[in-house]
C-alpha cells in the first residue's frame, strides 16, 4: 500500500506559529503511522511564495521578493527537525520545477478550453488574495480579516469551475469520505448547492509582478491559488515521475478549515479538467484558540514552536496538541492545560508505568525479561491490548487521534492497576510463586514493548529511548512494525534491559491555596484561640482551630526516595491538585508499592523543605509502637473517591 500525505503549502508572509506546527506535526504522525503499518509514504509540506501578500510583506522590509521569501522560508525549513517532523519533500513555489508544471497545467487547461478571457469587476479582498462573493461579507467586511474588500475591475483570464461542478457534487455524494468530518463536507455539498462561479485566475502585470506569467500572455500573472494548489501535483514529479505513478492515486491533503474552499472546490475542478483521478481524501481540522482567544499578532498572543520546545518539549508538545484536539473542531492552547496534562498523562500514568515496571525487573530479574508461566491464564492485559489496538488503527487511520491516545492510555492505565492489584514485591518473598512472578513482570514489560510502538508517531524520541530500556535496538521490528509486531508476546524472555533515565519530568505547578502556618506562635492562631471562652486544657484545641486543618484524600501517584536519607521519600499526590509532599516512611514502604494508593492529608500546611525537597502538607499515617520500635502504618480510605475529596 502506498500513501501520500500533505500539509498546506505555508504563506512566507508570517513566521512558523502553533497553528503551522500542528497542521504539520499530524501529517508527520499519519505518515509515520502509515510507515508503521508497512506503507510506502510520501509526506509532503512546503512553503507558497508567490502573490500579493508576500510582495507587500517583502516591500515593508525594504528587500527583494526573493530575499525575503528565500529567509521566511528557511525558517519553516528549519522548524520541522525541531519538532522531530521529517517531510521526504519540502517544496516552494519559487524553485524552477514548480514554475514549469504550472505554465504547462495552464496550457494544457488552456488549449481544452476550460480558459477565457474576460472583464470582470468584483470585491477583492488582499488577505484572503480572492474575489468576495457579497454574500460572504459580514457588515460589508471580509469575515476572517475585517477589512472592508477593495471594489476591482479588471481583465482576467478565468478558469471553467462550473463546467465541473456536477462532477464534484457526485463525487462528494457517492464518496462518503473525500472530505472529512462530515461537517465540512456538509459545509462544501451546501455551498455546492448554488451555481458555482468560475475562477478569475490571473493578475494583470501592471499590479503585480510577483507570480508565475501565463504560457500564453506574458501581460498576466497567475493567480496564486491556481499556482499554489498545483504543488500536490509538482512535488511527485507530475507528469512523468516515478513518484507521481506511484503516489497520485493515494494523494491525502491535511488543512485547517481556512481554506477549505480552495482544496474542496477549486482544487478538484482543476484536476478534472486537468484530467486526473482525484485525490483521496481531504482531512480538515479546527482552528488553535490561546487561553480561549484567537491568536494574533496584534493581540500578541502568537505562539511560537521553537517557544514551545523551549519550555515543554518535542514530545509533551506533540502529545498534547493531538490528545487535546478532537480533529475538525476548534481547541485552546494554554500552558494549564499542556502542564496538566505533562504530569498527568505523561510523567504519573506512562512515565511511572514505564519506572516501576523498569525498576521492578532490574531489581527482582536481574534485569532480564523473565519467562511468562504458559499454564498461566493471566489475559487480562494482553485481552484489553488486542481491544486497544483495534481502536488504534481505526482512528490513527481516520486521523482522531485524541480517540487513538484515549485507547492506548486505558491500557496503560489497567497496567498500572495490575501491578497495585499483582504486587509483585509481595510474590518476590514468596518462593512458591516465583513463576507467577515472572508472568506478571512478563506481562508488564510485554505492554511496555506494545506501548512502544504505538506511541512511535506521536512521540518518536520517547519511543526510542523506551526502546532502549527494553534492551531493543530503535529500528527492532519489535517497536517498529505493527503489521508483523502488533500481536501480544513480541519481547522475548531473556532480553536484557539497558538503564535510561525517567522518560518524563513532572513540571512544577503553582500551589495557589493560602496555607496555615505552621509555626505555633502564629499571630493568627493565637488570636484565634483567644476567642476561645472556655479555658482548654493542653493540647486541646477548639472546634473552629480544627476546622481550618484541612484534611483530604489524596491518591499517591509517584514516589520516590530522597537523596541521602533512608527516612524520607518524596511522594507526588493528587489532591486534586498536585503536590509534593515528604513523608518519613522510608523504612516501612518501597516506592512502587506506594504508588495508586489513596491516603489521607493535611493540605493546608505551610510548605517547608526537608533535605532539600519542597513539601507541601502531610500524610497520615497510624503510629504502631512495638517490640522493634515505632512503625507507621499509612492511613487510607475504605473505598475509592475521587482525589481531593474532603475528610470532614
Ligand atoms: N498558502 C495557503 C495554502 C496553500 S495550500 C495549496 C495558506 N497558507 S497559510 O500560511 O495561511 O496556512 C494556512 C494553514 O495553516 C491552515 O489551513 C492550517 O493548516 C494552518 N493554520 C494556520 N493558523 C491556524 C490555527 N490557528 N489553528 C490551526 N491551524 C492553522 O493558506
Not at 481544452?112 to 462573493?133: A, P, S, V, W
Not at 484558540?289 to 514530545?315: C, F, H, Q, W
Not at 521490528?477 to 508476546?489: C, E, H, K, M, Q
Amino acid at each position: 500500500m502506498t500513501t501520500y500525505i500533505t500539509t498546506p503549502i505555508y504563506y512566507v508572509n508570517a513566521q512558523p506559529h502553533l497553528g503551522h506546527a500542528y497542521t504539520t506535526i499530524v501529517a508527520d504522525t499519519y505518515a509515520r503511522f502509515k510507515r508503521l503499518t508497512g506503507d510506502s509514504v510520501r509526506f509532503q509540506t512546503g512553503t507558497d511564495e508567490h502573490g500579493d501578500k508576500i510582495a507587500e510583506a517583502a516591500a515593508s522590509e525594504g528587500v527583494s521578493p526573493k530575499e525575503y521569501v528565500d529567509r521566511i522560508s528557511g525558517m519553516f525549513r528549519e522548524t520541522w527537525p525541531q519538532l522531530d517532523v521529517e517531510p521526504d519533500n519540502f517544496i516552494r513555489t519559487t524553485d524552477p520545477e514548480h514554475v514549469t508544471t504550472v505554465q504547462n497545467i495552464l496550457q494544457q487547461v488552456y488549449d481544452k478550453g476550460d480558459i477565457y478571457f474576460d472583464k470582470y469587476t468584483g470585491l477583492y479582498c488582499t488577505g484572503c488574495e480572492r474575489f468576495l462573493t457579497e454574500k460572504e461579507l459580514v457588515d460589508g467586511k471580509c469575515p476572517d480579516h475585517q477589512t472592508v474588500p477593495e471594489e476591482i475591475t479588471e481583465e482576467n483570464y478565468f478558469f471553467k469551475m462550473s463546467r465541473y461542478q456536477k462532477e464534484l457534487i457526485d463525487h462528494i455524494k457517492t464518496n462518503s469520505d473525500f472530505i472529512t468530518p462530515q461537517r465540512y463536507r456538509n459545509e462544501v455539498l451546501s455551498f455546492l448547492s448554488e451555481p458555482l462561479e468560475d475562477l478569475c485566475i490571473s493578475r494583470p502585470t501592471s499590479r503585480l509582478t510577483w507570480g508565475i506569467p501565463l504560457p500564453f500572455d506574458k501581460n498576466f500573472v497567475t493567480y496564486v491559488w491556481f499556482d499554489a494548489l498545483i504543488n500536490y501535483l509538482t512535488g511527485i514529479g507530475y507528469p512523468h515521475g516515478d513518484n507521481f505513478q506511484k503516489y497520485w492515486g493515494a494523494a491525502e491533503h491535511v488543512i485547517a478549515k481556512d481554506i477549505l474552499k480552495p482544496h474542496a472546490i477549486y482544487w478538484p475542478t482543476m484536476i478534472l479538467s486537468i484530467g486526473l483521478p482525484l485525490y483521496q481524501k481531504l482531512h480538515v481540522h479546527g482552528y488553535w484558540n490561546v487561553d480561549e482567544t484567537k491568536m494574533s499578532k496584534s493581540i500578541g498572543n502568537v505562539i511560537r514552536p521553537a517557544e514551545l520546545i523551549d519550555e515543554y518539549g518535542v514530545d509533551s508538545v506533540r502529545y498534547f496538541i493531538l490528545r487535546e484536539m478532537s480533529f475538525g473542531l476548534d481547541a485552546s492552547f494554554s500552558s494549564d492545560a499542556i502542564v496538566t496534562r505533562m504530569n498527568s498523562d505523561l510523567a504519573n500514568d506512562i512515565g511511572n508505568l514505564y519506572s516501576r515496571t523498569t525498576a521492578m525487573l532490574v531489581k527482582y530479574c536481574d534485569g532480564v525479561v523473565p519467562e511468562a508461566v504458559a499454564v498461566d491464564d493471566d489475559t487480562v492485559l494482553c485481552d484489553l491490548a488486542a481491544t486497544v489496538l483495534q481502536s488504534y488503527r481505526e482512528n490513527m487511520g481516520s486521523f482522531q487521534f485524541h480517540r487513538a491516545l484515549q485507547a492506548v492510555w486505558e491500557l496503560i492505565s489497567q497496567a498500572n492497576k495490575y501491578i497495585v492489584e499483582n504486587e509483585p514485591w509481595a510474590l518476590v518473598k514468596d518462593p512458591a510463586r516465583q513463576g507467577r512472578l515472572g508472568t506478571v513482570l512478563y506481562n508488564l514489560a510485554e505492554t511496555l514493548r506494545l506501548l512502544t510502538l504505538l506511541l512511535q508517531p506521536v512521540m518518536p524520541a520517547t519511543c526510542t529511548k523506551m526502546a532502549r530500556g527494553l534492551g531493543l535496538d530503535q529500528d527492532s521490528p519489535l517497536v517498529t512494525n505493527l503489521a508483523d509486531n502488533g500481536n501480544w508476546g513480541g519481547l522475548v524472555a531473556g532480553t536484557r534491559l539497558e538503564k535510561v533515565e525517567a522518560l518524563f519530568p513532572r513540571v512544577a505547578v503553582k500551589n495557589k491555596e493560602q496555607p496555615v502556618n505552621r509555626d505555633k506562635n502564629h499571630k493568627k492562631s493565637s488570636k484565634a484561640g483567644k476567642k476561645q471562652k472556655v479555658t482548654l486544657a493542653e493540647g486541646v484545641i477548639g472546634f473552629d482551630q480544627f476546622q481550618k486543618v484541612q484534611l483530604r484524600v489524596a491518591e499517591i501517584v509517584a514516589a520516590e526516595p530522597v537523596k541521602k536519607s533512608d527516612r524520607l521519600l518524596k511522594l507526588t499526590v493528587k489532591a486534586p491538585e498536585e503536590r509534593t509532599i515528604v513523608a518519613g516512611i522510608a523504612k516501612f514502604y518501597r516506592p512502587e508499592e506506594l504508588v495508586g494508593m489513596q491516603v489521607l492529608i493535611v493540605a493546608n500546611l505551610q510548605p517547608i523543605k526537608l533535605m532539600g525537597v519542597g513539601s507541601q502538607g502531610m500524610v497520615l499515617a497510624a503510629k504502631v509502637e512495638g517490640d522493634e520500635g515505632t512503625r507507621l502504618v499509612l492511613s487510607t480510605v475504605s473505598g475509592s473517591v475521587p482525589p481531593g475529596t474532603p475528610v470532614a
